[in-house]
């Protein structure tokens, strides 16, 4: 299927989009995690002024590592959990 675009109208491929491949959150503690347990980030997004968006690959098991997350049940290693903190804390409050 091919999308007619009218003038002035830019489509642009965004890959956050593609469902099952990404994860995204606002929970610095989660995002946390998820650095520790060796998922990627893939973006930092600051559009909302209020609040910051963690975009992260999705992979394997991204999805039991979030429910283990809320579930309280997922173990970290305490340094490394705290290092990530700073980390994401940093790149939100950098440029």
Not at 10 to 39: I, M
Not at 76 to 87: E, L, P, S, T
Request: hydrophobic share 35%.
């Amino acid at each position: 299927m091919t999308k007619t675009l009218r003038k002035n109208e830019q489509e642009e491929f965004n890959p956050f989009e593609e469902a099952g491949k990404y994860f995204s959150t606002h929970d610095l503690a989660c995002a946390a995690a998820l650095l520790v347990r060796g998922f990627e980030m893939s973006k930092l997004d600051k559009g909302d002024p209020r609040k910051v968006k963690f975009v992260f690959k999705g992979g394997k098991d991204i999805a039991d590592t979030i429910k283990d997350f809320w579930d309280g049940r997922l173990p970290v290693d305490a340094q490394g959990y705290f290092n990530a903190i700073k980390r994401l804390k940093n790149q939100i409050y950098s440029e």
